[in-house]
Nanobody, 114 residues
Framework: VQLQASGGGLVQAGGSLRLSCAASGRRFSGNYMAWYRQVPGEQREWVARMTPGGDTQYADSLKGRFTISRDIAKNTVYLRMNSLKSEDTGVYYC?????????WGQGTLVTVSS
């Protein structure tokens, strides 16, 4: 299974970005898909999750600004991030968690300038 994350970049505070995570080698629809983020020197932090049934869950501090979604036909999961803040800066990783294992993407860097 390979997860290819993309969409990161430099954005001003208050702006938006949409991250993508394309899965190959496994249909993600039967698995939990999630986004995490990590700032250098800190632990990886859970951001959002989508269940196999399509239910979504978010870290309390991010509710209302971040939205996880998926395109089953494209085998891709997205993270829409609005009203970005400098503290949202970090490397964002997608994660697949299912009955056949846990897999991570390579990460995509998001930098929010204030």
């Amino acid at each position: 299974v390979q997860l290819q994350a993309s969409g990161g970049g430099l954005v001003q505070a208050g702006g938006s970005l949409r991250l993508s995570c394309a899965a190959s080698g496994r249909r993600f629809s039967g698995n939990y898909m999630a986004w995490y983020r990590q700032v250098p020197g800190e632990q990886r932090e859970w951001v959002a999750r989508m269940t196999p049934g399509g239910d979504t869950q978010y870290a309390d501090s991010l509710k209302g600004r971040f939205t996880i979604s998926r395109d089953i036909a494209k085998n891709t999961v997205y993270l829409r991030m609005n009203s970005l803040k400098s503290e949202d800066t970090g490397v964002y990783y997608c994660n697949l968690n299912g009955p056949r294992g846990v897999y991570w993407g390579q990460g995509t860097l998001v930098t929010v300038s204030s």
